[in-house]
């Protein structure tokens, strides 16, 4: 474990490994604690914890150690995937999100060391793209509670209800209404799945400690008929509230959680747009907040965007000169127009006039723009049908470039085999959803990117906590693009590789944070966390905030437990 130790005599830090994790204070006892995933070790427990917690006799008498229980736990995957071969695709998909979600529910050190360690395979079942079925199934599938539900029928008592969270200490928060989730539209209160998987991914990927994680589902109703007639759905069976009555019960959100947690961030997520937009202009300078598929999304598009400039060959100067298609003027759409003109304005001799006659939004004619890139945020599969991929031969960049961003997969603008098909082999590709490269014969291979927010939020979270920034500024939202924009090699951008490996997302989150730490610290926006004071932050270089961001990333080992009445 690391742990960031403080040198007496200054006010440098340094970092050390230590063999032995810190204890842990719990304030249960015998059985309570065999069923709290955050402290179970189930046949973990040393001989002396079983005798000072109470657990003696409740556990057969072999004691288990960490490896060979996760060697257990992935050998049952490994038979999961044997016995439902050949079965369709959803059986598969739900069938490994089962497994997963009942080491999770027993067992979070576990689960989330076997997340980590698996983590390219496992996110697209924690995260994009099965949890959009998941959402889509949640009635059917829920089991036992995750996070919290604040629905039409609490007003009034937020306050009260936020003590009920059992956890003393929150830090990060994601939120939704459940009204737009992914490209499936109003799932009621079964969105809660979107705050879960976004949130196992700040775990994995930020190193929060999951302890401190909080999904939340703010029940307003729904407009989607299927969910109100289903006798077995679990939310509010009323249409969604509108106007002030529904401002009135996220203000009344916001104020608990401020109230309880000053410094906890909170992520929207998944908000249908009008009240994306709202609310992000309602408490930005009141809270610290962000909606990740305005912001977040805004930040890794144009981190991909600047790869494809780089891809031609052209110096980052020449972004200005892209024709750059958006399908889709929603949320993320105008989101991602929004950051890039800011950008280029922000490039010598520019204006926003310049910038923004470069980016064209969905009415116009693919074919008369032939644009550099090609970007969908629709929400609607398959719109870059063969007719608009055939168009982009016509581009006039040497790179033309794909970005079908919807999620989840049934939902991108295209596919990357029909992309790679039709387009012709030298595009750069990305997508929302993850596919696998593409084939081009004779060993060539078509790499597909994922063009997705879980490269930045983590590390807009991760810094803005760090920081204690009030508020998650403009300019730390840049500073996490820039810092992905140029992670990746020019080797690699040859390649047609715009985005890392998820493999390496915890080093690239860790990355991102500091350079939003640094941007906080720069902006003065930035008032320190825990015993870490502003000025300690002022005075650490680039290399000292990646060291310190990294001392603070929690990491899945079974900590000794202590009783504390
Ligand atoms: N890859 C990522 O990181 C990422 C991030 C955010 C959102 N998304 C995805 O992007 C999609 C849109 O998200 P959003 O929050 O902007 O939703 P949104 O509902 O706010 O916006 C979608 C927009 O697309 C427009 N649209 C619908 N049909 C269209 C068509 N045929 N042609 C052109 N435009 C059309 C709609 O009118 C709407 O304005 C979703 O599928 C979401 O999952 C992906
Ligand atoms: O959830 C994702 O995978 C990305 C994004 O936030 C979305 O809404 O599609
Ligand atoms: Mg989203």
């Given at each position: 474990?690391?742990?960031?130790?403080?040198?007496?005599?200054?006010?440098?830090?340094?970092?050390?490994?230590?063999?032995?994790?810190?204890?842990?204070?719990?304030?249960?006892?015998?059985?309570?604690?065999?069923?709290?995933?955050?402290?179970?070790?189930?046949?973990?427990?040393p001989l002396t914890e079983r005798d000072r917690l109470g657990l003696r006799g409740l556990l057969p008498p072999r004691i288990i150690s960490f490896q060979d229980q996760y060697d257990r736990f992935m050998n049952s995957y490994r038979s999961l995937e044997k016995n439902t071969h050949g079965q369709s695709d959803k059986i598969i998909s739900l069938s490994k999100w089962r497994i997963l979600n009942r080491l999770h529910d027993r067992n979070e050190t576990l689960y989330y060391r076997a997340l980590i360690d698996?983590?390219?395979?496992?996110?697209?079942?924690?995260?994009?793209?099965?949890?959009?079925?998941?959402?889509?199934?949640?009635?059917?599938?829920?089991?036992?509670?995750?996070?919290?539900?604040?629905?039409?029928?609490?007003?009034?008592?937020?306050?009260?209800?936020?003590?009920?969270?059992?956890?003393?200490?929150?830090?990060?928060?994601?939120?939704?209404?459940?009204?737009?989730?992914?490209?499936?539209g109003d799932l009621g209160v079964q969105g809660i799945g979107i705050p879960i998987g976004k949130l196992d991914m700040y775990v994995a990927a930020a190193g929060i400690n999951p302890q401190k994680i909080l999904p939340v589902m703010l029940d307003v109703g729904?407009?989607?008929?299927?969910?109100?007639?289903?006798?077995?759905?679990?939310?509010?069976?009323?249409?969604?509230?509108?106007?002030?009555?529904?401002?009135?019960?996220?203000?009344?959100?916001?104020?608990?959680?401020?109230?309880?947690?000053?410094?906890?961030?909170?992520?929207?997520?998944?908000?249908?747009?009008?009240?994306?937009?709202?609310?992000?202009?309602?408490?930005?300078?009141?809270?610290?907040?962000?909606?990740?598929?305005?912001?977040g999304t805004a930040g890794v598009a144009l981190a991909g965007l600047l790869g494809t400039v780089r891809a031609q060959g052209r110096p980052l100067s020449d972004f200005v000169k892209q024709k750059i298609v958006i399908v889709g003027a929603g949320s993320a759409g105008l989101g991602v127009l929004n950051m890039a003109v800011q950008a280029v304005s922000r490039?010598?001799?520019?204006?926003?006039?310049?910038?923004?006659?470069?980016?064209?939004?969905?009415?116009?004619?693919?074919?008369?723009?032939?644009?550099?890139?090609?970007?969908?945020?629709?929400?609607?599969?398959?719109?870059?049908?063969?007719?608009?991929?055939?168009?982009?031969?016509?581009?006039?960049?040497?790179?033309?470039?794909?970005?079908?961003?919807?999620?989840?997969?049934?939902?991108?603008?295209?596919?990357?085999?029909?992309?790679?098909?039709?387009?012709?082999?030298?595009?750069?590709?990305?997508?929302?959803?993850?596919?696998?490269n593409v084939d081009l014969g004779n060993g060539r291979v078509g790499h597909v990117n994922q063009a997705n927010n879980m490269y930045l939020f983590p590390g807009i979270g991760l810094g803005s906590l760090l920081s204690g920034a009030r508020h998650v500024t403009d300019g730390m939202l840049q500073a996490a693009?820039?810092?992905?924009?140029?992670?990746?090699?020019?080797?690699?951008?040859?390649?047609?590789?715009?985005?890392?490996?998820?493999?390496s997302i915890r080093n690239v989150t860790a990355e991102v944070?500091?350079?939003?730490?640094?941007?906080?610290?720069?902006?003065?926006?930035a008032e320190g966390h825990g015993v870490v004071g502003s000025k300690e932050l002022e005075h650490m270089s680039k290399e000292d905030t990646v060291k310190y961001v990294r001392g603070n990333m929690w990491y899945p080992e079974y900590s000794p437990l202590i009783h504390e009445k």
């Open positions: 474990m690391w742990k960031l130790t403080r040198f007496a005599s200054s006010s440098r830090y340094r970092l050390f490994s230590t063999a032995i994790p810190a204890p842990c204070m719990v304030h249960k006892r015998g059985a309570d604690i065999l069923h709290d995933p955050w402290f179970n070790k189930d046949t973990g427990f698996n983590i390219k395979e496992f996110a697209p079942i924690i995260y994009t793209p099965t949890v959009g079925l998941v959402c889509q199934n949640y009635c059917g599938l829920f089991r036992r509670p995750r996070g919290m539900y604040f629905s039409a029928k609490d007003k009034g008592e937020m306050m009260s209800m936020i003590y009920n969270w059992p956890a003393p200490q929150v830090d990060m928060i994601v939120l939704t209404d459940g009204s737009r989730i992914l490209g499936l729904t407009n989607n008929q299927k969910l109100l007639d289903d006798r077995l759905y679990l939310g509010v069976r009323q249409p969604r509230l509108e106007g002030e009555e529904y401002l009135s019960i996220v203000d009344e959100f916001m104020e608990a959680v401020h109230a309880r947690w000053p410094k906890a961030i909170v992520q929207f997520e998944d908000f249908q747009m009008k009240w994306a937009f709202e609310t992000l202009k309602r408490y930005r300078q009141r809270f610290c907040m962000f909606n990740d598929d305005i912001q490039m010598p001799g520019c204006s926003e006039t310049d910038a923004k006659s470069q980016f064209y939004l969905i009415d116009k004619d693919v074919k008369k723009v032939k644009p550099h890139v090609l970007l969908g945020l629709s929400g609607v599969g398959g719109v870059f049908n063969e007719q608009v991929l055939k168009a982009m031969r016509e581009s006039v960049s040497t790179k033309p470039a794909i970005f079908a961003m919807s999620n989840p997969t049934m939902n991108a603008e295209c596919t990357a085999i029909d992309a790679f098909n039709h387009a012709g082999e030298n595009i750069v590709f990305a997508s929302g959803s993850p596919f696998e693009s820039e810092c992905l924009a140029s992670y990746m090699t020019d080797e690699d951008i040859k390649k047609g590789i715009l985005y890392p490996c998820i493999d944070g500091a350079a939003v730490l640094r941007a906080a610290v720069a902006e003065g926006m």
